[in-house]
């Protein structure tokens, strides 16, 4: 399949920023894609006109325009899932005073499609669109757990298991045994192994086809939060999620 050069280069642009990296001078964006500052300058302007890129008037850096928020929004919009969950993970959310989510697989990573924010909640650090490893995050391990035996591997090959925090698991054999505990119990939990301090549950989401289309969870601080009120958490957290597979079609 033949590759449009000036496409394949703006989007490689707009794959520069992230939510560590927000703005860039053409200098930076030149070095980090290898192309020249005429060339780089071109692109740039040509997304801009379009509303994918702005630029600061003031420091002259490019950050991404608010274009692809309001593709962003349209995309989610239609997402019926997303749709379906959400009252779920404001009355989860509301019964425990945590903060909720629900999240996604996309290639090799769980991303947040929905946040629902505690009125007791401390978390900050989860945002809609963060993408969240497989090993390490609850909802990683939620998302990937039901599925068959070959698609875990196919999942699995080539995966690299980062070190999050003192607690995060790094090698194959441990992860996947912990996956067979999780289809048991029906849930999957990260104790401090993504964030310091945090501790997570979550639970798959099926659709009509018994697949799995989500995962839901809910995030608490161990220092808040105790291992009685966690359980109780869970309790909800796997009514919520049964429910709205029902909606979605499922039939245990």
Sequence with gaps: MPIIQSLDRALNILDLFDEHTKELKITEISTRIGLHK????SLLKTLQMHGYIAQD??????????KLLEKGQL??????????AR??????SEQTGQTTHLVILDGKEGVYLDKVEGDKAAIRYSRIGRRVPLHSSATGKALIAFRTTE???KLLNGYRYVRQ???TKTDKESFVHELADIRLQGYAIDNQENEPGVRCASVPIFNHAGDVAAAISISTMISVVDDEQFQQCIRLLLDE??????LLGYKS
Excluded at 87 to 92: D, I, N, P, Q
């Design 75 to 84: 995309l989610l919009q239609g997402m019926d899932i997303r749709a379906t």
């Design 241 to 246: 999620a049964a429910q709205i597979s029902q």
């Design 57 to 66: 008037s003031d420091s002259g850096k490019y950050k991404l325009g608010l």
């Design 87 to 92: 009252k779920h993970l404001v009355s989860l």
């Design 38 to 41: 005429s060339t780089v300058h």
């Design 151 to 153: 698609d875990i591997e």
């Design 165 to 167: 925090t003192g607690f």
